[in-house]
């Protein structure tokens, strides 16, 4: 394939660690991916941190403006991103891919040589683990769990096995360029049948009480993670981390402490799933049920799995503070596995636009989340065209060259939090490969989706599979 950097894992690693310069050249896809600082350590309250962050970050991204002013594709050897990536920042780099994506020969050529990580776009959600089976229950059995018997909806991990087992493969052949995935999700309002939380798994019977939902929220956490992560998995020590909750604070003024509620907007919840409104707030009218769920997820994971909360829009200084606050509500409660929980990175999301936030925010936010957990990502990365971008060809270049220029900033805001002793920031991941197949793609209400239905060029690389001149600033490893 035309410029798809064909050389030896031997030739592009000296590369990259030499910094030699050469010619360089959804069904629902609706997202919004082991140190620790404890938030007893906190001097200031949240507010405060905030506003100091943003007086101190002025120097730190004046600095990476000047440092990211040049563009040198043309320099730039022909390289893997995930050798640049490491060589340069010391951090992983990750893609998002779904079922028809990695069917793509080219889509995992390039997986394969620029990738070392990967998310589930889909395959991992409640829907598809229940068989996309949305509208009614797919099936019921009944098992042992924790002594006693109980009916549970049958689970169908085929979707994300066949992923799992092509990469599974590569791993076998190739075990110097592993690559490591991350569970996505276990718990969020969306793509979450809503039958699962009725009484009979019948949207048509009344909600399940508190006591019940926990049961079921225990099972679903334990069966799923003993499945991809048990000792007895073909995919043992395959995942690196794990979403336990997504996406679980409002836009807006949301419950207690901005928790997202049942009445977010006008949608109703006998609806099948839900875009904005949550039915697990619907039934425990608190963050009970987050808790429970990172206890559950500490319980049930092999302590070598990191456990994150991930979530988008999470530069807004209002819900930042929200965010904040439930992840010190997380780790007020840990403890060891069956007794407390465990949470040991804050996944924010990354569903920028071209001019909104700033890198002085980013740099505020991994600050903010790596006070009170130490360990940060960023989990789900692309940019939404400018406004006036209307995928005219004649449009491309100068698109290209702002992308270009986004992109360097948050790359330099990342690299700037590396400075901070306190901040452990893991690694990035974006969302997709190639711009077609981006779900910015479809027009999308939901955060930080497409809500102009225009075309969009978020990615690092273009239709034809080529890489973008966004991909150079990331290759560079001066």
């Known amino acids: 394939m035309k410029r798809l950097f064909s050389l030896l894992t031997a030739v592009a690693l000296v590369l990259s660690l030499t910094g030699c310069s050469g010619s360089g050249s959804t069904e629902n896809t609706v997202t919004s991916a082991d140190t620790s600082v404890s938030s007893s350590s906190t001097e200031t309250t949240v507010s405060q941190e905030v506003s100091e962050d943003n007086d101190n970050d002025a120097d730190i991204a004046e600095d990476n403006k000047t440092s990211a002013s040049t563009d040198e594709k043309d320099e730039l050897p022909d390289i893997a991103l995930r050798d640049a990536v490491e060589a340069k920042a010391g951090m992983f780099v990750g893609c998002a891919v779904t079922g028809s994506e990695i069917d793509d020969a080219q889509v995992w050529e ?10 589930l776009g889909n395959e991992l959600k409640p829907d598809a683990l229940f068989n996309y089976s949305v509208t009614t229950c797919p099936g019921k059995e009944t098992v042992t769990f924790n002594g006693e018997e109980l009916e549970v909806p049958k689970l169908d991990y085929s979707r994300a096995e066949k992923i799992l087992n092509k990469f599974l493969e590569w791993n076998r052949e190739n075990p110097d360029r592993e690559i490591k995935i991350r569970g996505h999700v276990l718990v969020w309002h969306s793509q979450t049948p809503e039958w699962f939380f009725h009484e009979e798994y019948d949207k048509t019977k009344p909600y399940v009480d508190k006591a019940t939902m926990n049961k079921r929220l225990e099972w679903y956490i334990s069966t799923v993670l003993t499945h991809f992560t048990g000792e007895d998995s073909k995919y043992k020590g395959m995942f690196y981390g794990w ?89 007020a409660e840990e403890g060891a596995p069956g007794e407390g929980t465990r949470i040991d990175a804050m996944g924010m999301q990354g569903h920028y636009s071209m001019d909104d936030p700033s890198s002085d925010i980013i740099l505020a936010s991994i600050k903010n989340y790596a006070r009170v957990v130490g360990k940060v990502q960023i989990t ?42 306190y901040v452990d920031f893991e690694g990035f991941t974006f969302w997709g490969t190639v711009d077609h197949y981006s779900w910015l793609q479809s027009r999308s209400n939901v955060g930080g989706g497409n809500t102009t239905g225009l075309p969009q060029m978020p990615l690092l690389f273009d239709e034809n599979y080529e890489p973008k001149p966004c991909f150079y600033v990331f290759a560079n490893t001066k």
């Open 110 to 119: 390039i997986i394969t040589t620029h990738f070392n990580r990967v998310t």
């Open 243 to 331: 979403d336990v909750v997504n996406e679980a604070i409002s836009d807006g003024t949301g419950g207690p402490d901005g928790i997202r509620t049942d009445a977010e907007n006008s949608e109703s919840l006998n609806e099948d799933r839900h875009g904005s409104n949550s039915s697990w707030y619907h039934i425990y009218q608190s963050n009970e049920f987050i808790i429970n769920a990172f206890k559950y997820a500490n319980k049930y994971a092999p302590a070598d799995l990191e456990l994150y909360y991930n979530d988008y829009n999470e530069c807004n200084f209002n819900k930042r503070n929200n965010i904040l606050k439930l992840l010190e509500a997380i780790k």
């Open 380 to 421: 789900e990365m692309d940019i939404t065209a400018s406004s006036d971008y209307k995928g005219q060809e004649d449009q491309k270049e100068a698109e290209n060259e702002k992308l270009r220029k986004r992109y360097n900033l948050i790359y330099f805001a990342i690299q700037g939090s590396t400075k901070i002793d």
